[in-house]
């Protein structure tokens, strides 16, 4: 397991996607599970696979393809990893948050984060997006920062600062797209748990009084390393499940997986009309 990574790796992972595609990406998208389809409206798009690239850890869960998609969308042109890497797999944090620092020295300066993630929100249904406006980093809490060892001045600070992890003119962008497609779009904050269980009602219930408002096993990790080395990021929750305060009904993955099939089209829309904006 590979605690952290030189400039040199990254850059080695870089070089080899500028042998693989002739387009210098402007934007970055990572597809949470069940969200592989919106990866196929990328135009005249290079393929990669996650186990081509040097040091890439691979995905292992169903509902994730592991590819990067370069191509155009919107006359943008775009990075998508068409799923993503799980600490729950047993990756470390520089592994699993190495994509983006490979996207940083691609010089990439946006990312757009979508999850599948439960509803914390009593209100919140499934099929519902929700904009992020704030995270919790329990993990992080739990000494699982991916900032942690070595720091690079090239890629960012010490000490980066996180009272705006989310980019507020991108929030802006996100809610103007949700009025002009009519899509209902939920605000709030997402918990980043490690996974792989999902959360007992206690859990649930905790978070909530925390002031949770939808809970995954990813993305927090992602955003603080983007920041840390200056992108703007904007996330997007796909709630697949309702919250389960009371220990009524069952979660499941493959329940996660078909909310995607209603989730996807929203998400597209709104991407797509960022996207034109940017």
Request: charged content about 20%; overall charge negative.
């Amino acid at each position: 397991m590979t605690t952290h990574f030189s400039i040199n790796q990254i850059d080695e992972v870089v070089k080899r996607l500028r042998e693989r595609t002739k387009y210098q990406p402007q934007a970055a998208i990572i597809l949470g599970s069940g969200l592989n389809e919106f990866a196929e409206s990328v135009e005249s798009a290079d393929i990669i696979s996650f186990g081509e690239l040097p040091y890439f850890p691979v995905s292992t869960v169903f509902g994730h393809a592991g590819r990067i998609m370069i191509g155009k969308l919107e006359n943008q042109t775009v990075f998508v990893m068409q799923g993503r890497i799980h600490f729950y797999e047993g990756y470390s944090m520089a592994e699993v948050t190495l994509p983006i620092r490979v996207m940083q020295r691609f010089g990439i300066g946006t990312l757009i984060v979508t999850n599948a993630a439960g509803g914390v929100n009593p209100e919140f249904l499934p099929g519902d997006v929700m904009l992020i406006t704030d995270h919790l980093n329990f993990l992080g809490m739990m000494g699982q920062n991916p900032l942690m060892g070595p720091n690079y001045d090239e890629l960012g600070p010490r000490f980066p600062d996180m009272s705006q992890a989310y980019d507020r003119e991108l929030c802006s962008l996100a809610r103007n797209a949700a009025k002009e497609k009519n899509i209902n779009l939920r605000e709030g904050i997402y918990a980043g748990l490690s996974g792989p269980s999902f959360e007992s009602p206690a859990d649930l219930r905790f978070l909530r009084q925390a002031g949770a408002d939808s809970v995954g096993m990813s993305t927090v990790h992602e955003v603080i390393v983007a920041r840390h080395g200056g992108m703007r990021v904007l996330g997007f929750s796909g709630i697949s499940n309702k919250a389960n305060l009371d220990g009524s009904t069952v979660t499941t993955h493959e329940e996660v997986i078909e909310a995607g099939k209603v989730i996807t089209p929203k998400i597209d829309k709104l991407v797509r009309s960022i996207l034109q904006k940017l």
